[in-house]
């Protein structure tokens, strides 16, 4: 079975513009979780959609934002980008929303910001 | 407020050293607890999760266990390949999402 895919693998882009990232789950698997790593903070969750429905999400600006497809594959996008949000960009998917279903990590989006 | 410590930030041990990662929580109903492994570069790759106190699980060198304020991750005889930093998460029983530690790295000498 396939695993969680994310692309791009990297991406470089200055202060100012916007980056979308995509995700495609594992085949089955309805919710999508997006996570920010960066060495100080550590993992933090971002958002988490389930049936093309955003059911949770962490506290970060609005400038983050996400959707998920009806395939369940799922986007998420940065506007107006800060140094501050050069990081690991992890996306994890799990079969759906109502027990205690394991999340699966794809190998994440490093997202550089000049 | 959920919470998650790890301890200790980073570990050197000798191959054949056995020893043991902390994972402290302070959680409002503890739906599960999750053990990844996170090799440079790479993401977290899972290892075991754990439902309620007195629970154990085992995979290979590893071992797992849980009480109502913390959990183990005991390392039996470790290799090199068991380099990496592990993570430990919590999953509230009123929320899906998944709150980490800031991880142990773990570096294992031949």
């Known amino acids: 079975k396939a695993g969680v895919t994310q692309t791009p693998r990297y991406l470089i882009k200055t202060r100012g513009q916007q980056v979308t990232l995509s995700c495609s789950p594992i085949s089955g698997h309805r919710s999508v979780s997006w996570y920010q790593q960066t060495p100080g903070q550590g993992l933090q969750f971002l958002f988490e959609y389930f049936s093309e429905t955003q059911r949770n999400k962490g506290n970060f600006p609005g400038r983050f934002s996400g959707r998920q497809f009806s395939n369940s594959r799922s986007e998420m996008n940065v506007s107006t980008l800060e140094l501050g949000d050069s990081a690991l960009y992890l996306c994890?998917?799990?079969?759906?929303?109502?027990?205690?279903?394991?999340?699966?990590f794809g190998p994440g989006t490093r997202l550089t910001v000049l | 407020e959920d919470q998650v410590t790890q301890s200790p930030e980073a570990l050197r041990l000798q191959e054949g050293e056995s020893s043991s990662l902390n994972c402290s929580y302070t959680v409002s109903g503890l739906r599960g607890l999750f053990w990844y492994r996170q090799d440079p570069g790479k993401g977290p790759e899972f290892l075991f999760t754990l439902y309620s106190a007195g629970e154990e699980k085992e995979k290979e060198r590893l071992k797992a266990t849980l009480t109502k304020k913390e959990s183990f991750l005991h390392i039996t005889a470790p290799k090199p390949e068991d380099s990496a930093t592990y993570l430990c998460a919590v999953q509230a029983t009123w929320n899906d999402k998944l709150i980490f530690g800031t991880g142990t790295r773990l570096q294992v000498f031949p």
């Open positions: 994890a998917s799990s079969f759906r929303r109502t027990s205690t279903d394991t999340q699966y």
